[in-house]
C-alpha cells in the first residue's frame, strides 16, 4: 500500500523553464512533508518542507505548494538549471505523539534539466 | 562538518554469507534509522533506534538485525543475504524526529 506517490518517474525540462513536480498521500494523518534531491551514489538530501498548517512555502528558486482537500503537493523550480538534475523524493510524516516522525516515501521522479 | 556517515560505500557479498553495514554520526541525534532502497523504489524503514530503544517495522525480515553500541553508532546485521536483499541501505538520524540528516549509504550486492 502505497502511501505516498510520484506518478511522473522522470521529467524533462528545459533550462531557466519551470519544472513541476507532484505527489500525491493517501494518509490524511500525515501533516508534515518533505522534498528531498538525490544524486547519483549520495543520499538524499533535504531540500524544502511545509507543514500541514500551510498551503505553501517558498526558499529562493523551490517553492513547495500543499493541498489538503486534494492530498496533493507540488515542488517548483523556477528557473530550473542544469544542476537541478537529480531525483526528487517526496516524504510525509505522522505526528505520533512526540516519539519518532518516521518518513514516508515516494518513488522519486528523475529530473533533467536540458541546457 | 557535523555529518552521517556510512561504511562502506560499496559491499559485495556471497550468498547465506552474513554481512554488516555501520553508521556513525557527529549530530548528537537521538534517532537513528536504517531504510533499504532498490532500484526505483520508494526508500523503506526497517528499523529504527529511538535512544536506545529498538524499534522494528512490522514487515521487516528476520534476516535484518541492528545493533546500536552508543550514541554514533549504529550498525545493519544481515545474517544471510539473499540475491533480493541487493539494494542502497541509507542511514538517517534526526532529533526526535526533526532533521533528518541521511548519509551517503551503502550499496549492497549479493553474488
Known amino acids: 500500500d502505497q502511501q505516498v506517490k510520484q506518478n511522473s518517474p522522470s521529467l524533462s525540462v528545459q533550462e531557466g523553464r519551470i519544472s513541476i513536480l507532484n505527489c500525491d498521500y493517501t494518509n490524511s494523518m500525515f501533516d508534515y512533508f518533505l522534498w528531498y534531491k538525490k544524486y547519483p551514489a549520495e543520499g538524499p538530501t533535504f531540500l524544502i518542507s511545509?507543514?500541514?498548517?500551510?498551503d505553501k512555502n517558498e526558499d529562493g528558486r523551490f517553492t513547495v505548494f500543499l493541498n489538503k482537500s486534494a492530498k496533493h503537493l507540488s515542488l517548483h523550480i523556477v528557473p530550473s538549471q542544469p544542476g537541478d538534475s537529480a531525483v526528487y523524493f517526496c516524504?510525509?510524516?505522522?505526528?505520533?505523539?512526540?516519539?519518532?516522525?518516521?518518513?514516508?516515501f515516494g518513488t522519486g521522479t528523475l529530473l533533467a534539466v536540458q541546457p | 562538518d557535523a555529518m552521517v556517515i556510512q561504511n562502506p560505500r560499496y559491499q559485495v557479498t556471497q550468498f547465506g554469507k552474513p554481512v554488516t553495514l555501520s553508521c556513525s554520526q557527529t549530530?548528537?541525534?537521538?534517532?537513528m534509522y536504517w531504510y533499504q532502497q532498490k532500484s526505483s523504489q520508494a526508500p523503506k524503514l526497517l528499523f529504527h533506534?529511538?535512544?536506545?530503544?529498538?524499534?522494528n517495522e512490522a514487515d521487516t525480515p528476520d534476516n535484518f538485525q541492528s545493533r546500536r553500541p552508543n550514541t554514533s553508532f549504529c550498525f545493519l546485521d544481515i545474517r544471510s543475504p539473499g540475491l533480493g536483499d541487493a539494494a542502497m541501505y541509507l542511514c538517517a538520524t534526526s532529533r526526535d524526529g526533526t532533521g533528518y540528516t541521511f548519509g551517503s549509504g551503502t550499496r549492497l550486492t549479493v553474488v
Open positions: 516524504a510525509a510524516s505522522a505526528y505520533n505523539g512526540g516519539a519518532t516522525n518516521k518518513l514516508i
Open positions: 533506534y529511538y535512544d536506545k530503544d529498538f524499534n
Open positions: 549530530l548528537n541525534h537521538n534517532v
Open positions: 511545509i507543514s500541514s498548517i500551510k
